[in-house]
């Protein structure tokens, strides 16, 4: 963990989301933060630097500027890193953690298409002679990923909404190309400079004020989730990190996943496929907690609340606590553009 001073804390936890869609950002937090905005930029660099915080940028919902899927291999003891490492090193992977799990290694593939995932988990397969788990999203009811750094706060400003909490609707929209390259151009964060989007304007050739406007625009349609900063969870204390799955009837799914994402402390509720023999859990969620009692605590009392409502005697469900973060970072944009996908 990291020792963040107050100002640090402040600040990470109010730009998480609703971070500026102005010329000069850094100026706007620099007003809400009380610092000169050259100083705001310094910290934010550091806090870069360090770790802390991944990007400045964007979390774009799932399946909606390409494609991905949640995957799993049981890799054996002996040749855990080595598989590891295969899977880390494709380009597509975006988070790769081991599990106490017999499906012990899980990742995140992403990119333009379904293709280019069905692609790179062949790939996978081919180079660690494992078979692996597929396991693309049906439904998403919240994700959010934003972290609290301080008590009795919230993370950003319009936070509820934000946060695509349930009762949340957004209409169908589709991303143009130029859509596409300004994904792709901020796929590693905003340049921490005086004026971010006149640098990817430039970057892309058009003025300013289109950047802004279609980032603006693409937060509005949902595709862009939450603008701000992303942080790596594990460097602000954030170690307790579980995976739940449920396995619930059809029928009752939704209900559940709506009271599942209703509370404060799940940052992702979804559903994905059952494939038996080897899997027979059809909802997911995230809990991030600072030690694996509360975690443990928050989950009997998540199931005991869910069972109650939807009378069930008992809610079958199974906690996969993280081991090793292998990877993570931002969705990879710029390699289907590259491959002519878009």
């Given at each position: 963990?990291?020792?963040?001073?107050t100002?640090e804390?402040?600040?990470?936890?109010?730009?998480?989301?609703?971070?500026?869609f102005?010329?000069?950002?850094?100026?706007?937090?620099?007003?809400?933060?009380?610092?000169?905005?050259?100083e705001?930029i310094?910290?934010?660099?550091?806090l870069?630097?360090?770790?802390?915080?991944?990007?400045?940028?964007a979390v774009?919902?799932?399946?909606?500027?390409?494609?991905s899927?949640l995957?799993?291999v049981?890799?054996?003891?002996e040749?855990?890193?080595?598989?590891?490492?295969i899977?880390?090193?494709?380009?597509?992977?975006?988070?790769?953690?081991?599990?106490?799990?017999e499906?012990?290694?899980w990742f995140?593939?992403?990119a333009?298409d379904?293709?280019?995932?069905?692609a790179?988990?062949?790939r996978?397969?081919?180079?660690?002679?494992?078979d692996?788990?597929?396991?693309?999203?049906?439904?998403?009811?919240h994700?959010d990923?934003a972290?609290?750094?301080?008590?009795?706060?919230s993370?950003?400003?319009?936070?509820a909404?934000?946060a695509g909490?349930?009762g949340?609707k957004?209409g169908?929209?589709?991303?143009?190309?130029?859509d596409?390259?300004l994904?792709?151009?901020?796929?590693?964060g905003?340049?921490v400079v005086r004026?971010?989007?006149a640098?990817?304007a430039?970057w892309l050739d058009?003025?300013?004020?289109?950047?802004?406007?279609?980032l603006?625009?693409?937060?509005?349609?949902?595709?862009?989730?939450?603008f701000?900063?992303?942080?790596h969870?594990?460097?602000?204390?954030?170690?307790?990190?579980?995976?739940?799955v449920w396995?619930?009837?059809?029928a009752?799914?939704?209900?559940?996943?709506?009271r599942?994402?209703?509370?404060?402390y799940v940052?992702?509720?979804?559903?994905r496929?059952?494939?038996?023999?080897?899997?027979?859990y059809?909802?997911?969620?995230?809990?991030?907690?600072?030690?694996?009692?509360?975690?443990r605590?928050q989950?009997?009392e998540?199931?005991?609340?869910?069972?109650?409502?939807?009378g069930l005697?008992?809610?079958?469900h199974?906690v996969?606590f993280?081991?090793?973060r292998f990877?993570?970072?931002?969705?990879?944009?710029?390699?289907?553009?590259?491959?002519?996908?878009?």
């Open positions: 963990m990291i020792e963040l001073s100002r804390r402040e600040m990470l936890n109010r730009w998480q989301r609703g971070f500026p102005v010329s000069r950002p850094f100026a706007r937090v620099a007003e809400e933060t009380g610092m000169p905005e050259e705001v310094a910290m934010v660099a550091r870069q630097q360090a770790g802390v915080i991944c990007r400045v940028g774009v919902r799932p399946n909606t500027a390409g494609a899927t995957a799993a049981s890799a054996p003891p040749r855990l890193e080595e598989v590891a490492h899977i880390s090193n494709q380009p597509e992977v975006t988070h790769n953690y081991e599990r106490e799990h499906l012990n290694l995140v593939v992403t333009a379904r293709a280019g995932v069905d790179a988990l062949m996978i397969r081919t180079e660690t002679g494992l692996v788990l597929d396991l693309p999203m049906v439904r998403a009811f994700i990923l972290f609290a750094l301080t008590d009795n706060s993370t950003g400003s319009g936070a909404d934000a909490r349930p949340k957004h169908a929209a589709s991303l143009s190309p130029f596409r390259e994904l792709a151009a901020i796929e590693d905003l340049p004026e971010p989007y640098e990817v430039r058009v003025g300013e004020e289109v950047v802004i406007s279609r603006s625009a693409l937060q509005e349609a949902g595709i862009i989730t939450r701000g900063f992303v942080v969870h594990r460097e602000l204390g954030y170690c307790a990190n579980a995976m739940v396995d619930f009837n059809d009752i799914l939704e209900k559940a996943a709506r599942i994402a209703a509370a404060e940052t992702l509720c979804y559903q496929p059952r494939c038996p023999p080897r899997w027979h059809n909802l997911f969620c995230m809990i991030h907690g600072t030690s694996r009692e509360t975690v605590r989950i009997g998540l199931a005991e609340r869910i069972g109650t409502e939807l005697d008992e809610v079958p199974a996969l993280s081991r090793r990877k993570q970072c931002g969705a990879r944009f710029s390699a289907g553009l590259k491959k002519g996908a878009a």
